[in-house]
């Protein structure tokens, strides 16, 4: 199995630097401050260098021996079968690693975002015309606001869960599935008796997903600045009217 561990004052060094090495006998008098060469009792070391595509270095491939190496051009031919191929796995390990560290992040951002997010695949008919859509998955914020189960969603079509036959903006939400086109819509839930800002997305085709953000808060203020400004108004009307009325009575006087 691969194992690791500092480089430095060991022959390993050498072959991290892309060089072939091998040290036939006395590899412990060689390199006195590698402790592993001591406790392993090593005597011969042959390193090959493990490259990437990109000819980086990305690991080595040693053989040791606890009796000098009589021979080495038959061991370092029979390294290079076997280099190309580790090299290989350990790139598409890492990519792997990579890969699940990534989803890792991205379930983590998905699971404690406050918008609620769904994932969504459209349902077509016989005649291949978007009817209704799935919902392939969901974030925790949309079951705490729904005040429904991940495991009653998942799979659900669209219809269902909202009890809707008629989803709201259908054809846009399908606009953006084929298209890639984004959109984004405002919808008040009479149920929730909350307002929503909706972002809709597609990550491929044929899917969308809708970012949605409660907004009723900012409507409420909204609404009492719409109030305000009325009374305002009336305020200034009613002040210009009496303004103007003792005119009218001098006039008429």
């Given at each position: 199995?691969?194992?690791?561990?500092?480089?430095?004052?060991t022959?390993c060094?050498?072959?991290?630097?892309?060089?072939?090495?091998?040290?036939?006998?006395?590899?412990?008098?060689?390199?006195?401050?590698?402790?592993?060469?001591?406790?392993m009792?090593?005597?011969?070391?042959?390193?090959?260098?493990?490259?990437?595509?990109?000819?980086?270095?990305i690991?080595?491939?040693?053989?040791?021996?606890t009796?000098?190496?009589?021979?080495?051009?038959?061991?370092?031919?029979f390294?290079?079968?076997?280099?190309?191929?580790?090299?290989?796995?350990?790139?598409?390990?890492?990519?792997?690693?990579a890969?699940?560290?990534?989803?890792?992040?991205?379930?983590?951002?998905?699971?404690?975002?406050?918008?609620?997010?769904?994932?969504?695949?459209?349902?077509?008919?016989?005649?291949?015309?978007?009817?209704?859509y799935?919902?392939r998955?969901?974030?925790?914020?949309?079951?705490?606001?729904?005040?429904i189960?991940?495991?009653?969603?998942?799979?659900?079509?669209?219809?269902?869960?909202?009890?809707?036959?008629?989803?709201?903006?259908?054809?846009?939400?399908?606009?953006?599935?084929?298209?890639?086109?984004?959109?984004?819509?405002?919808?008040?839930?009479?149920?929730?008796?909350r307002h929503?800002?909706?972002?809709?997305?597609?990550?491929?085709?044929?899917?969308?997903?809708?970012?949605s953000?409660?907004i009723?808060?900012?409507?409420?203020?909204?609404?009492?600045?719409?109030?305000k400004?009325?009374?305002l108004?009336?305020?200034?009307?009613?002040?210009?009217h009496?303004?103007?009325?003792p005119?009218?009575?001098?006039?008429?006087?």
């Amino acid at each position: 199995g691969a194992m690791q561990y500092n480089l430095s004052n060991t022959p390993c060094a050498i072959v991290s630097d892309s060089n072939i090495c091998h040290f036939l006998e006395s590899v412990q008098e060689k390199f006195p401050k590698d402790d592993l060469l001591k406790i392993m009792d090593i005597e011969g070391y042959v390193g090959i260098p493990i490259k990437d595509k990109s000819d980086h270095v990305i690991g080595i491939l040693v053989g040791l021996n606890t009796k000098p190496i009589v021979e080495t051009d038959n061991l370092t031919s029979f390294f290079n079968i076997f280099v190309d191929r580790i090299s290989a796995e350990m790139v598409s390990q890492k990519a792997t690693e990579a890969l699940n560290e990534s989803e890792r992040k991205l379930r983590t951002l998905f699971s404690s975002m406050t918008e609620m997010v769904l994932l969504n695949e459209l349902l077509f008919d016989a005649n291949n015309e978007p009817i209704d859509y799935q919902i392939r998955d969901c974030n925790k914020a949309f079951t705490d606001i729904m005040g429904i189960s991940r495991e009653d969603v998942i799979n659900r079509k669209g219809s269902e869960i909202f009890q809707n036959s008629n989803l709201p903006y259908f054809k846009d939400l399908v606009n953006v599935a084929i298209t890639g086109e984004p959109f984004d819509y405002q919808i008040y839930d009479p149920k929730l008796d909350r307002h929503f800002m909706v972002s809709a997305v597609s990550p491929h085709k044929n899917s969308f997903a809708t970012i949605s953000t409660d907004i009723t808060s900012l409507k409420l203020v909204q609404e009492t600045i719409i109030e305000k400004n009325k009374e305002l108004e009336n305020y200034l009307y009613i002040t210009s009217h009496d303004l103007r009325t003792p005119l009218v009575n001098i006039q008429g006087f």
